[in-house]
């Protein structure tokens, strides 16, 4: 079982920027790879970013892209979300999630954090 912590949410005004972090719990945290989505009141869940085990490959949503980055540190079980130039539609619930196969789908992601909310004001 393995458990994910996320933080570094809060309130930022549009043009601005926020990291996210998400710590795991399980000392096999390098066997994973990692996922960022969201989900504002009313949408569905959307992929954001995901990045393989190693780190060596990257995947970003398309709203996403160019503004934010996705990271890991294995030392640390934790993986980022570096979020810049923020927009008031990236207002969300920001979740981590793991898989033992890289995807882009929420459905095979095994393990969930409980998410950290992101608000951009105008």
């Known amino acids: 079982q393995v458990q994910l912590v996320e933080s570094g949410g809060g309130l930022v005004q549009a043009g601005g920027s926020l990291k996210l972090s998400c710590a795991a719990s399980?000392?096999?945290?390098?066997?994973?790879?990692m996922g960022w989505f969201r989900q504002a009141p009313g949408k569905e869940r959307e992929f954001v970013a995901a990045i393989t085990k190693g780190g060596g490959l990257k995947y970003y949503g398309d709203s996403v892209k160019g503004r934010f980055m996705i990271s890991r540190e294995n030392a640390k079980n934790t993986v980022y979300l570096q979020m810049n130039s923020l927009k008031p539609e990236d207002t969300a619930i920001y979740y981590c999630a793991a898989t033992l196969s890289i995807t882009l789908r929420s459905q095979d992601y095994d393990y969930w954090g409980q998410g950290t909310q992101v608000t951009v004001s105008p």
């Open positions: 399980e000392r096999t945290f390098t066997n994973y790879h």
